[in-house]
């Protein structure tokens, strides 16, 4: 499709989806997300103004985003943010992306507990998503989120800056700077093999940061090393959930069975039906 020289919005989002079509390197929802994003738009407010022209820096700007677009970069990092469970959320290449498993899993949290005073923690924290939904919802909480990027961190805590909670943060390769005892520790750790790099989407591997992505021992290290110190940092009966890898729920299970034989363990699946996520109470 030939590009438009002053065009209307809706001329520009026909030119971003056929430039993405063309390369194979998105669809409408991108070119959509980027439109809206960017221009601070809801859905139906850029449909009011498809025949509109568009302002000649927005065009600028949108042809830049395409542009990163189809170069690979997923569109959250193009725009430099995103939507997590329905809140603004700051997001760099030091930084995942949140998925929608991850809300699953905070909605799961969110739905066994009340907002009666609980302390609880984040390993891993990456932008501060889990964190800062879970303190947005229940405000009685006690909240720390940790990780061991120090750049990760930076963004976390404008987050929740942005979102306006109370969040400790603490910089912390799992628990090796944490002393104290949670009623609820939440982590979405690196899980995927490293023998699966060549199987990955190629975005991810160039945009996401590998040590968010990957772990050792059939991606199963940092569970490993969360679960060998657990005992130490959750209350007499704390809970622990886990978002998971969909062929990881056995053997995160058989792990924490291990180490507590009489917890209660329970692995659940995602909207897209696979085992995506674990939930441990302690206590018979």
């Known amino acids: 499709m030939n ?42 407010e850029l449909l009011t103004r498809y025949q509109q022209s568009m302002a000649m820096n927005d065009w600028q700007q949108f042809q830049s985003d395409i542009a990163k ?35 699953e899993l905070v909605e799961w949290i969110l739905t066994d507990n009340k907002n009666d005073p609980k302390s609880v923690l984040d390993i891993g924290t990456g932008s501060g998503a889990i964190a800062i939904a879970l303190k947005v919802n ?30 400790n943060f603490v910089q912390s390769d799992v628990f090796t700077s944490i002393e104290e005892r949670f009623d609820i520790i939440v982590s979405n750790p690196p899980y995927i093999d490293v023998a699966e790099k060549p199987l990955m989407d190629q975005r991810v591997l160039e945009f996401e940061p590998e040590t968010a992505l990957f772990a050792l021992d059939n991606g199963l290290a940092i569970y490993q090393q969360i679960i060998d110190n657990l005992a130490e940092h959750l209350t007499q009966n704390g809970q622990l959930y886990l978002e998971i890898g969909f062929k990881q729920g056995d053997a995160v299970a058989k792990m924490l069975r291990q180490k507590f034989p009489t917890a209660q363990i329970e692995v659940r699946k995602d909207v897209a039906d696979k085992p995506r996520m674990i939930r441990m109470k302690m206590g018979r």
């Not at 065009?7 to 980027?34: C, N, S, Y």
């Open 69 to 103: 677009l189809l170069a690979g970069m997923p569109p959250q990092y193009v725009i430099g943010r995103t939507s997590f469970y329905e809140l603004p959320i700051k997001v760099n290449q030091a930084t995942l992306i949140p998925r929608v498993e991850t809300a």
């Open 3 to 44: 590009k438009p020289e002053k065009p209307t919005f809706f001329q520009a989002r026909q030119w971003g989806i056929a430039e993405l079509t063309d390369q194979k390197m998105g669809d409408h929802f991108d070119v959509d997300f980027i439109l809206e994003q960017r221009l601070n738009l809801t859905a139906v």
């Open 138 to 167: 229940r405000q009685n909480w006690s909240m720390l989120a940790s990780d061991i990027s120090a750049t990760a961190l930076n963004i976390a805590e404008e987050n929740a800056i942005n979102n306006q909670v109370n969040i």
